[in-house]
């Protein structure tokens, strides 16, 4: 007799809750303009000074960066120009330079000056803010001396596209609208390289 009763009172429950909703609620709009407390800060001017000796200036150099975010494995390509800021959620990431080995140089290397800020709590009490959670130098080929520790991003150079002079080289991937959507939200299929997803 009690089961019973205890399952006419669940499917009563049941079909209230049914009869509340119409469906669940949309998504709340994302934030994507970088914050102005980040963007006015530069990414390191000392180390885009010193990466406009050789090759391609700074300013028309192109930067591949994967981040991963680990709660949903989505993985995403964030194509930049030097100086440039872009927002994904609470991440901010920020790129002051990159480069390459020189052509003659052996073992090649590519690499990219950047910061990485996350908006998040120290204490449960704290309330929201920006932390720079990484700030310097990150290697294609050399991923694991220096990574982005954190517990829910990483981040990792893919490419730096620039020439040097006497050089032929196919033409550079631009910083286009189309490389912006994708940053925006689309997730990229390749892996972040081995190494890269380690905490």
């Not at 019973?4 to 949309?26: D, H």
């Not at 440039?84 to 901010?92: A, F, H, P, T």
């Not at 090649?108 to 920006?130: C, H, S």
């Not at 990484?134 to 982005?148: A, E, M, Q, Y």
Request: net charge negative; glycine share 10%; charged share 20%.
């Amino acid at each position: 007799m009690k089961r019973a009763s205890a399952s006419l009172a669940l499917i009563a429950s049941l079909s209230l809750l049914a009869a509340c909703g119409g469906g669940e609620p949309g998504p709340d709009a994302e934030e994507t303009a970088v914050p102005d407390a980040i963007a006015g800060m530069q990414a390191g001017p000392a180390q885009a000074e010193k990466g406009q000796r050789l090759g391609t200036p700074n300013k028309d150099r192109v930067v591949t960066l994967g981040v991963l975010n680990k709660r949903n494995n989505l993985t995403q390509d964030l194509v930049m120009k030097p100086g440039d800021s872009k927002r994904l959620g609470n991440l901010v990431v920020k790129v002051a330079t990159c480069e390459k080995t020189l052509p003659w140089e052996h073992p090649e290397e590519e690499g990219a000056f950047v910061q990485v800020f996350v908006e998040e709590r120290a204490t449960a009490k704290e309330k929201l803010a920006w932390h720079k959670v990484f700030s310097g130098w990150l290697f294609k080929n050399s991923p694991g001396l220096n990574v982005v520790e954190h517990p829910v991003y990483d981040v990792w150079v893919k490419d730096c596209a620039m020439n040097f002079p006497g050089v032929d080289a196919g033409p550079a991937p631009a910083a286009s609208s189309r490389s912006a959507a994708n940053a925006s939200g689309s997730s990229s299929t390749s892996p972040p390289p081995s190494g890269a997803g380690a905490d």
